[in-house]
């Protein structure tokens, strides 16, 4: 009893320690922007969140469980918020489980339809945390949205999320008569790196001419390259929450299994040769962004010269699937038009930027909107009550008046 008692007491203290040790480092590490509208708020989320990822670092040291795996479950214990105007199914197409959204009252006519990716970096997010998302979309858009579960890290390393997108995107776009939906009108939409693979999936079914043509892609502060971690952005927000340059880089490392010990390496842009920067350069150079976007603390950052072992172990990233933003032009000119939501406290406002520069220089139609108060993962806070930023609710209906006039 008495041991238990010691053991317990232990814990409580350990515990206390654990989060006196996260509060306290943050003031160190975060940067909280001062034109973000609620630092408060941002300080408490990002607390919370790295209160979950330590626990779950602890508990992956004690080899009890993964870390992303424990954030999972962590998220998932949030309960669901149901909307008595959205009917919500659960469903499975062969394994991967997805979520449908339908809008209660009958429609006369077929529908809006949009595939949903959640972000996460593959490694947290679920059809839970993007729950809200989905439910305020459909109801507010009057589409049905179907949210895919795709499976994630650290068990299931690339390319088995795209894998699953693009089977169950397939399964839906050949379903569109059962939910009522319409094929002239599927849009594809996704925030982080579900942005990445919505356009990833937008550029794959180009070559599949059997199934309804993607009417357009909605792309919320997405990733789009996994090549250049030193692009203005990703140097003015590396310490942003609510996703640093270290947990990008964590996400890429583990997802394309490339060993952290090339970080400085990457970093540096050694990992590819001089031709690669300079075929590239019209596409990644950061004298495709605007100036206005240069001002805060950024410095060009030439790449150094190519480390050979580096280059042959990430040549992954190499890859369109990977890095949609240096897709060749033919495929590029042939997307449908694209809405795109950029953030200015966010490291992957660039890619945002260079793809958007790309896609009109190609004639594509893009709608932008740019959030001047906007930090990575905003839009989830959409139903997080006191955590809630106004400016989730600004993507949102920006979404769903551009979903409207298509
Ligand atoms: C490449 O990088 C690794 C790790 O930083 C280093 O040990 C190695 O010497 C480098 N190789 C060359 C050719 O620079």
């Not at 006196?20 to 480092?25: A, T």
């Not at 708020?41 to 990822?53: A, E, F, G, I, T």
């Not at 240069?294 to 190519?306: D, G, N, Q, W």
């Not at 033919?330 to 939501?341: K, N, R, S």
Request: with cysteine; proline share 6%; aromatic share 10%.
């Amino acid at each position: 009893m008495v041991v238990l008692l010691l053991l317990l007491q232990a814990a409580c203290m350990f515990s206390v320690v654990v989060g006196l040790w996260v509060i306290c480092s943050h003031f160190l590490t975060a940067d909280i922007p001062a034109a973000i509208s609620h630092p408060v708020k941002l300080r408490v989320l990002h607390c919370l969140l790295q209160l979950l990822m330590t626990w779950g670092m602890i508990f992956e040291k004690l080899r009890i469980c993964s870390m992303p795996k424990f954030v999972r479950f962590m998220h998932d214990l949030v309960p669901l918020k149901e909307d008595p105007d959205v009917v919500v199914t659960d469903l499975r197409y062969g394994t991967i489980p997805v979520k449908l959204y339908q809008p209660k009252v009958s429609s006369s006519t077929p529908r809006l339809g949009i595939v949903f990716y959640h972000g996460g970096g593959i490694v947290m997010g679920s059809l839970r945390t993007h729950h809200a998302i989905c439910c305020h979309l459909s109801k507010k858009s009057d589409s049905v949205v179907l949210a895919v579960g795709y499976r994630k890290l650290p068990k299931y390393k690339f390319p088995v999320a795209l894998r699953d997108c693009v089977a169950a995107t397939t399964h839906f776009l050949k379903s569109l008569n059962m939910y009522g939906v319409d094929p002239d009108q599927v849009v594809v939409c996704g925030d982080s790196v579900g942005g990445g693979m919505a356009t990833v999936i937008c550029q794959r079914f180009l070559g599949s001419p059997d199934l309804p043509k993607i009417r357009a892609q909605i792309l919320i502060y997405a990733s789009l390259q996994v090549l250049d971690f030193q692009l203005p952005s990703y140097q003015q927000n590396k310490n942003v929450p609510m996703a640093s340059r270290d947990f990008a880089f964590y996400c890429v490392c583990t997802l394309l299994d490339i060993k952290p010990s090339w970080k400085s390496t990457i970093m540096k842009g050694a990992h590819l040769p001089a031709e690669f920067w300079e075929k590239y350069r019209k596409w990644l150079g950061a004298e495709n962004i605007p100036e206005r976007f240069k001002k805060r603390a950024y410095r060009p950052m030439p790449s150094e010269p190519l480390n050979e072992s580096a280059y042959l172990e990430t040549s992954l990233a190499l890859d369109s699937v990977n890095s949609p933003l240096i897709a060749e032009d033919e495929v590029v000119a042939q997307l449908p038009e694209t809405f795109i939501v950029s953030c200015e406290y966010d490291i992957f406002r660039d890619d945002s930027l260079l793809y958007k520069k790309r896609l009109e220089d190609l004639g594509v139609p893009v709608t932008w909107h740019h959030m001047e108060d906007g930090f990575h993962g905003v839009l989830s806070t959409l139903d997080m009550g006191y955590l809630h930023f106004p400016c989730s609710t600004r993507i949102l209906d920006a979404i769903v008046q551009f979903l409207k006039g298509l």
